[in-house]
């Protein structure tokens, strides 16, 4: 039986929002202005950041459907297999790190972040707006997370595949996950 019962067994992330859609499209346009608008950091940069977040919260619907659309926009793909335990290992550009540290620290012990933190990332060339960018990646990403993981959705072989596919078709779309919406259905809020 699903956690909520007016849901599907085994819901699709979409499932949920079609059953909860009061602001949903709001979320949605939130990912597409953080994940594709204007920023120092790439699409596939931030979706390597949504990825690693997931990974660091043990989301495995996230944690796959963003490693997947960081592939798409050029991530290599042996790097997801060993990128929670170790960015460095997994072969991470040496630049991302100090962001994939601070990230990391903000999702595990936000308390605990100092100014040697920001200015690791700072020394590596990146910009204020950079760091902001990251830091709004890793907070919504640690909030999509607890819905995922709090309405029950867990990924299946079929789920990721669609997902990957549609994600491949929307490449380029400044609105893909407004279009991930319309396209699953989700009634406009």
């Known amino acids: 039986m699903p956690r909520f019962p007016s ?10 929002f079609r059953r909860f859609p009061a602001g949903m ?12 608008g204007d920023s120092p950091l790439s699409v596939a940069e931030r979706e390597l950041i949504a ?3 997931s990974g660091l ?22 790097l997801f297999e060993k990128l929670v335990e170790s960015p460095t290992e997994a072969g991470v ?12 620290k903000l999702t595990e012990s936000p308390s605990k972040l100092v100014d040697r933190d920001a200015e690791a990332v700072f020394a590596e060339g990146w ?3 950079a760091l902001f960018d990251a830091v709004v990646v890793c907070a919504l990403f640690n909030f999509m997370n607890r819905i995922v993981e709090g309405c029950g959705v867990v990924p299946t ?28 259905g989700v009634p406009a809020s």
């Open 51 to 53: 990825a690693y977040v």
């Open 57 to 78: 919260n043990a989301c495995r619907f996230c944690f796959g459907a963003h490693s997947s659309i960081a592939e798409i926009h050029g991530m290599d793909p042996g």
């Open 93 to 104: 550009d040496r630049k991302l790190l100090p962001i994939l540290a601070y990230v990391k």
């Open 127 to 129: 910009s204020e707006q």
């Open 157 to 184: 072989a079929a789920m990721t595949g669609q997902l990957r596919a549609m994600m491949e078709q929307m490449k380029g779309d400044p609105d893909t996950y407004k279009s991930f919406a319309r396209m699953s």
């Open 7 to 16: 849901l599907p067994d085994n819901p699709h992330l979409s499932d949920v």
């Open 25 to 36: 499209w709001q979320l949605c346009d939130l990912h597409d202005v953080k994940l594709r």
